[in-house]
């Protein structure tokens, strides 16, 4: 007869041993050892990345791959048009010292802005006579920005071949073609007068009862002053405190009116004896005044 | 002796590093199954009375934290019996407690009831060296008690110091600091076969676990079945187990008595298995689903359908009563606890000031089993079950878990040893003493 039930096959019936082999035994400890997690956790990746890079690194041509793919993903992201300068634009400076800006700096629009160096170009631009500060900087939109703090010009320096203007502490600012131009700024001339500027804004200051008369403060061996007033009249001053000399002659002439007179040179260069040199036509008029005294006591 | 001892101070000083560690596996052993639970350890617990007991008897600095038992394999008579199959039923056990804790465990304390315990009861005496009893003193008194000739190949598992008198006053706890001269002390002794011993440590070895104590399952669940007052008055906990039996009588809260009876459940079973002829496995089932030692009037109408799948129809539609049942259980029931009557009048029980007498352990499940030990065995009689601990799952807080969770107890506060208390002086080899003062006189 055939069997009603269906047999299930011999396998099937033995129960499968629920005892965990040795191996799964221990792996399963192993697992729940805290030691062990940490090294999965930190342990492992650390030794596979070291381990890819050595493999990696011990073979020249696959170095040179991943270093020319290197090369090309960041040619490619710099080349990208987020990143490309289109323009510059000069802010804080004259249409000239702009054209001068454009000149002078050695760059070439569109360009990435990984390829500017920044600094460089500051530095060229600082270069400037008319600059006095610049900062530089890449705007959004790819524009190049200068901010530039320019020089203002405090005088006009005359030496043998030009006409320099400078600022207020003797720094160049712009060659001129003619004093006209700047006909407000106060002249200084010789050589070595560019180096003692603020003194010559100094004295300039305590002659402002003669600025009517002055023509130019003058420079002598490169160690004082002369002030020069109109009809080619003098003030020597010292080399050592020639702002308090002048103050005195200030005084003196506000006084007695003295360079109103007939004088060539007032010399203050000793500070004891500030002495006069009188023009010909004064001393010929002094000795005459004097030989009529004589006359008149001889008589 | 001094070997063993050394083994126990060995297992002492792991046991104190799973305590540092925190986690320490309890393993019993049985016949039917092998239980496995995980103690994580909190440190002491700071709710507790400074001088009380604390909450939850103590045992609040525990936490069961995994828990598993599976089909034991490879143990007979609570002895190990095939070491292949019983390392496998050990790591299944192990392998699932470990995953309920998510945590690995290295060292492991294990009972078993096997191995024949056998109890000595020893008395020692020495003068007092000082005038207050030190504990040198004391280790004194333990040394000289007078061991025994235990017999060929066996070990001592347990020697706990029971009581001790100082000058005819006897029954002292503690008796360090108090004054007197002459000390005595009983010590109870159990030793066990060294065989299966060296088999039970040899299992857990290769299961890579670190043995960091032994105890005798009828012992520890004694210490888990009875409650204090039981303890301290005098007690006899019966562990039914699968294959073996195991009596322990404490009184004054220590153990003073320890036996097993190769007899257990499995002997029922197999009864049933050939009375009416069924598989162990069938067996095993009607018993705990059927099983009974009072047959009443009802029991002979309740028909228990015996199915098998021999093929012949009217083998495999079998009926069998109740009745039947219980007459073929019955009789091994009532051989086990005379047995147990007989192993209690030996070791004096009835002496005793009180004879509770506890039953605990799986067979201990048994319905009317009370009722019968009452005949036999004496009027008090009560099943227990074992003390809570915190964290077991509610699966393994039956009866048969008795000695699992005294084990724990036990591991948690083990009773003071003979090992320990460091060895006396003068038990020291004379020579090597010798030796130490011509090494300093040549030396110094």
């Known amino acids: 007869m055939r069997a009603l039930r269906k047999r299930l096959a011999p396998s099937k019936i033995a129960r499968s041993d629920p005892a965990p082999s040795r191996l799964a035994y221990r792996l399963q400890r192993l697992s729940l050892t805290p030691s062990f997690h940490r090294f999965l956790r930190l342990g492992l990746p650390l030794i596979a990345v070291l381990g890819a890079t050595a493999w990696l690194g011990s073979k020249p041509e696959l170095r040179a791959e991943v270093q020319a793919r290197a090369m090309d993903l960041q040619a490619y992201v710099q080349q990208r048009p987020e990143f490309t300068v289109h323009m510059l634009a000069v802010e804080g400076a004259s249409p000239e010292l702009i054209n001068d800006v454009r000149e002078v700096l050695p760059v070439a629009f569109p360009i990435s802005s990984f390829d500017l160096d920044l600094d460089a170009l500051r530095a060229v631009i600082a270069e400037l006579d008319a600059v006095a500060d610049v900062s530089l900087r890449v705007q959004a939109g790819g524009v190049l920005e200068a901010s530039i703090v320019e020089r203002t010009p405090a005088l006009v320096w005359q030496t043998r071949t030009a006409l320099i203007l400078l600022d207020a502490e003797g720094h160049r600012v712009a060659p001129i073609e003619a004093r006209a131009a700047h006909a407000q700024l106060p002249l200084v001339v010789g050589p070595g007068a560019k180096d003692a500027v603020p003194e010559a804004l100094r004295l300039l200051q305590v002659a402002q009862p003669v600025a009517g008369r002055l023509v130019a403060l003058q420079r002598i061996g490169e160690r004082r002053w002369d002030v020069v007033l109109t009809d080619g009249q003098r003030i020597l001053l010292p080399e050592d405190a020639p702002v308090r000399a002048l103050a005195r002659a200030m005084a003196v002439d506000g006084a007695q009116e003295l360079l109103a007179r007939d004088v060539a040179a007032l010399d203050m260069r000793l500070t004891e004896r500030p002495t006069l040199r009188l023009r010909p036509a004064a001393v010929e008029a002094l000795w005459t005044m004097r030989k009529v005294t004589l006359d008149e006591e001889a008589r | ?444």
Not at chain 2, 121 to 143: N, R
Not at chain 2, 243 to 251: A, E, K, M, R
Not at chain 2, 365 to 388: C, N, S
């Open chain 2, 1 to 444: 002796m001094k070997d063993f001892c050394a083994a126990q101070r060995a297992m002492r000083n792991i046991r104190k590093a799973a305590m540092q560690r925190g986690v320490v596996a309890v393993l019993d052993i049985g016949t039917w199954k092998v239980a496995c639970l995980i103690l994580r350890f909190d440190g002491p617990d700071l709710s507790a009375e400074p001088d009380g007991i604390g909450a939850m008897a103590g045992q609040a600095q525990f936490r069961v934290i995994g828990a598993a038992s599976t089909c034991s394999r490879g143990v007979r008579f609570g002895e190990i019996d095939g070491m292949a199959e019983a390392e496998r039923a050990i790591r299944t056990a192990l392998q699932s407690a470990q995953k309920m804790a998510q945590q690995r465990v290295d060292h492991v304390i294990v009972c078993f009831s096997g191995a024949e315990p056998r109890s000595y009861g020893l008395t020692g005496e020495v003068e007092v060296s000082d005038e207050a009893v030190s504990e040198q003193d004391i280790a004194c008194v333990l040394a000289a008690c007078e061991m025994p000739e235990f017999g060929e190949a066996r070990e001592i598992l347990h020697a706990q110091p029971v009581n001790f008198a100082l000058d005819h006053r006897s029954g002292l706890i503690d008796p360090r600091g108090q004054i007197g001269n002459r000390l005595a002390t009983d010590l109870h002794v159990l030793t066990i076969e060294q065989t299966a011993v060296q088999n039970l440590l040899y299992a857990i070895k290769r299961c890579d676990l670190e043995l960091a104590g032994l105890a005798s399952s009828a012992y520890v669940s004694g210490v888990s079945a009875l409650v204090e007052d039981e303890r301290e008055l005098g007690a006899a906990c019966i562990d039914f187990g699968a294959g073996t039996t195991g009596i322990s009588i404490f009184l004054k809260k220590h153990m003073i008595y320890a036996d097993t009876v190769r007899l257990g459940g499995d002997h029922i079973t197999s009864d049933i298995s050939k009375g009416l002829p069924v598989p162990h496995a069938f067996a095993e089932r009607i018993k705990t689903m059927y099983g009974g030692v009072v047959a009443t009037g009802v029991d002979d109408r309740e028909m228990i359908e015996i199915t098998s799948e021999t093929g012949d129809w009217e083998h495999d539609r079998r009926t069998v009563s109740r009745a039947e049942l219980i007459g073929i259980i019955r009789p091994r029931v009532e051989e086990i606890l005379e047995e147990v009557r007989d192993r209690l009048l030996a070791a004096g029980f009835d002496q005793l000031p009180s004879q509770q007498i506890v039953l605990t352990g799986g067979g201990s499940q048994l319905q009317g089993l009370d009722g019968l030990a009452t005949r036999i065995l004496g009027p008090q009689i009560r099943v227990g079950r074992p003390l809570r601990v915190r964290g077991l799952p509610q699966a393994a807080t039956g009866p048969d878990f008795s000695s699992a969770i005294g084990l724990c107890l036990h591991a948690a506060h083990p009773q003071d040893e003979w090992w320990d208390f460091e060895m006396p002086l003068e038990r020291y080899p004379a020579r090597s003493l010798k030796r130490a003062f011509r090494w300093v006189k040549d030396n110094w």
